[in-house]
């Protein structure tokens, strides 16, 4: 019997989201290319005699910032060491770094022995929405705004640069909506089809009333299947948003560091992006 961990490869980051899927995480359909983009060293599969039984994402941004995911061992294969392995293989690759991570329940206290600490919940929202989009002509196609004009906006409130995951993330098949007022863009949100309906992500926006604006407008192009949100906890505005239009909790992460919380504005996420990469 032989393990190793290796780089996962774009068709590895495909079969990551499978399994992922088959977790009840209900990745987006289109989702590995943007992700694979963002950091192609950051996915790594554990194979067992040359069949892949587990994975783990940890993806670099700069200025010395990381996200872990998609730790998964397959079920079969769990209790047997194959986890560890990964962690410690993908933690090595991130020595030096603030790690993030969006842990589900049943890891949270595996994580906190590992040095991560508790900075607030995230809390998905799903639902079919009740309301119907605002004809508002503030709410644009997100490609009438300048790159970097958009670049900057993003950094302001995911903190680190993402042009690689930003580019893709932004294009077709996701549809992607901005809110100029005056010329100036004060929120933007994408929605993108996934295994179950459809999630919007990420949901920025200055004030309440934009990110209101921009939910209806993605929300309406899921043609009335169900619609995801995650907002973190402590943005009461976002989760009032989500329940005011029909969607109610069904799932929750927490939301944790290794070097503590970097200080998000979370006033003006009324969505992240994903759980897998923040």
């Known amino acids: 019997m032989s393990l190793e961990v290796v780089a996962a490869g774009i068709e590895g980051v495909r079969l990551m989201l499978d399994w992922a899927a088959a977790e009840g995480w209900n990745p987006g359909l289109e989702d590995a290319e943007p992700f694979y983009a963002t950091d192609p060293d950051g996915f790594l599969l554990a194979r067992l005699d040359g069949v892949p039984v587990g994975s783990i994402s940890v993806v670099r941004y700069p200025g010395d910032f990381a996200f872990l995911g998609f730790y998964i061992v397959r079920p079969e294969h769990r209790g047997r060491g194959f986890g560890m392995a990964l962690w410690r293989t993908g933690m090595e690759r991130l020595a030096g770094c603030n790690i993030g991570l969006d842990g589900v329940v049943a890891q949270q206290a595996n994580y906190r022995k590992s040095g ?30 300048p790159l970097p004009e958009l670049l900057a906006y993003d950094r302001s409130c995911f903190g680190f640069e993402r042009r690689p995951f930003l580019e893709r993330w932004i294009a077709r098949p996701r549809i992607a909506l901005g809110f100029l007022e005056r010329g100036r863009l004060l929120g933007y949100g994408v929605i993108r089809a996934c295994r179950q309906g459809f999630k919007i992500g990420p949901l920025f926006a200055d004030r309440a009333d934009a990110a209101e604006a921009l939910f209806l407008a993605l929300a309406a192009q899921a043609g009335g299947q169900p619609v995801f949100l995650d907002p973190p906890e402590p943005n009461a505005e976002a989760t009032a948003l989500a329940r005011r239009h029909g969607l109610e909790p069904v799932f929750e992460t927490a939301r944790m560091y290794t070097r503590g919380d970097p200080g998000l504005p979370l006033s003006r996420i009324f969505g992240i992006t994903t759980f897998e990469l923040g």
């Open 116 to 145: 991560f600490a508790l900075a607030h919940r995230n809390v998905r929202f799903g639902g079919v929405p009740r309301a119907a989009p605002l004809d508002d002509p503030r709410v644009v196609p997100l490609e009438r705004v």
